[in-house]
C-alpha cells in the first residue's frame, strides 16, 4: 500500500496555479457565512474566518485563530492552522489540514491528509477515499474510511470501521470495543500484536526490517552528499570570512555554540510561526522561518569543514583544497546516517554547533565591520602627527 505517492500526485494537481484572475485575500476577518455561496476559487489569509457558507470552487485559506469548517465545500479544500481546524461540514471532494490540533467529523467525498500533533477522526467522520494521517504525539480513528488508511503517531486508537487496508506506524497502537478493519493489516510497533479474526478480515503482517546497507537506501545517502556539496561551494566562495570565523569559533568555543544553537534552533521558528499569526508580522515571519531553515542547511557545511580540516590537518587557503575539505568533512557526516544510532545524535550536534557558530560569526564580523571606521581615524590621525612637510620637500 502506498498512498504516499497517491498524495503527492494529488496535492500536485489541486494545487492550482494562482493566477491574476484568483488574487490572495488577506484580511482580518474573511466571511462567508451559511446561505452565502462564493463560485470563484479562494485563496486566502485572514486571523479570523467564517467559512460556513457553500463553496462551489477550490478553497486554500490560511488563518491565525481556530478554523471551523462547517460548510459545503464542492471543490478541493487545503487548510492550514496555527492552532486548531475542526470539519464538520462536507467536502464533496477532496480535504488536506495542516494544525497542530485536527477533528475531523463530517462527510468527506475525496481523500483525505491530515497533519499534526493531535488528530481525531470522530464518530461522525465519514470518508469515502483514502486516508493518510501524520500525528506528532496521537491519532484517534472512530469514524468510517471506505478505502485505505495510513496512519503514523506516538499512539493510535482504532474504534471505528475501515473498509480498506491499513497501514500504521506507531509506539503504541490501541483496539478499542467496535474496532474493524476488513482488509489487511500492517504494523511498525515495539511490541508484537496479537489480534482476533473478528478485528482484522485480511492478513496482518509487519513489514521486514529495512536494510541499512541497501542500494537504495546508500544510493539517497550519495545524492544528499552531492546536493550539499552543491550548496557548499557557492556558499563557500561567496562568505569566506564567515564560513572560516565560524570553523575557528567551533574549535575555541564549542559550549558557547551549542548554547547558542539550541536557543536558536527553538526560538527563530517558534517566534516566526507567532510573527505570521498577525498580518503586519508576515514578512518578518516569513524571513525568520526563512532563515533558519537555511542555517538548518548550511550548518552541516560548516561542520564539514571542521571536521575536514582535523583529517588533514594541514591545508591551504586555495579554493580547490578547501572545497576538497569540506568534501571529506561531508563525507564523515552523510556516512554517519547509515547507521541511525549514530546519526541522529550527531545530525543533532551538527545542526547546534553549525548553526551556533553561523550566529556568533555574524555578530562578530558586525563587531569587526563597525570597529573599522574608528581605527581608521585612529590610524589617519596617527598618521597627521607623524607627519613632516620637510621631509616631502626632500
Known sequence: MRLKLFFSTLAVSTAVHVQATVPWISTNVYTVSLGDSVKNEQWVYANEADVSGT??????????????LSGIYQ????????????????????????????????????????????IVLGTNAYIHGNALVYGAMSVVQEGHIEGDLEVSAQTVTFAGTI????????QDIVFAKGARIEGDFEYRAPRKLFLDADVIGGTVSTPP??????????????????????????????FP???SMSAQLIKQAPGKCLLIGLIASLGLPLFGMMSITSLIGIPLGILLLGSWAAMVYLSRILLALV?????????????????????????????TTIFPI????????????????FILALIEKRRLILQVPVNLKKLQKLRDENYNPKEDEK
Do not use: H, W
Not at 463553496?55 to 478554523?67: S, V, Y
Open 163 to 170: 473498509q480498506g487496508s491499513v497501514s500504521v506506524r506507531a
Open 307 to 335: 571536521i575536514g580540516s582535523l583529517i588533514l590537518r594541514k591545508i591551504n587557503n586555495s579554493l580547490g583544497k578547501i572545497i576538497g575539505v569540506v568534501s571529506i568533512g561531508l563525507a564523515v557526516i552523510y556516512g
Open 209 to 238: 526490517a529495512a536494510d541499512l546497507l541497501s542500494a537504495e537506501r546508500l544510493n539517497k545517502i550519495l545524492i544528499s552528499f552531492l546536493a550539499a556539496l552543491l550548496v557548499g561551494i557557492p556558499f563557500l566562495t561567496l
Open 75 to 118: 471543490g478541493n479544500v487545503l487548510a492550514a492552522n496555527v492552532t486548531e481546524i475542526e470539519q464538520t461540514g462536507s467536502c464533496e471532494r477532496n480535504l488536506r489540514m495542516y494544525a497542530p490540533t485536527i477533528k475531523v467529523d463530517g462527510g468527506i467525498a475525496g481523500n483525505l491528509l491530515a497533519a499534526g500533533n493531535t
Open 241 to 243: 570570512m564567515t564560513t
Open 342 to 357: 549514530i546519526g541522529i545524535p550527531v545530525q543533532i550536534i551538527v545542526l547546534l554547533l553549525g548553526m551556533g557558530s
Open 55 to 68: 463553496f462551489e470552487n477550490d478553497l486554500f485559506i490560511g488563518t491565525a485563530f481556530p478554523l471551523q
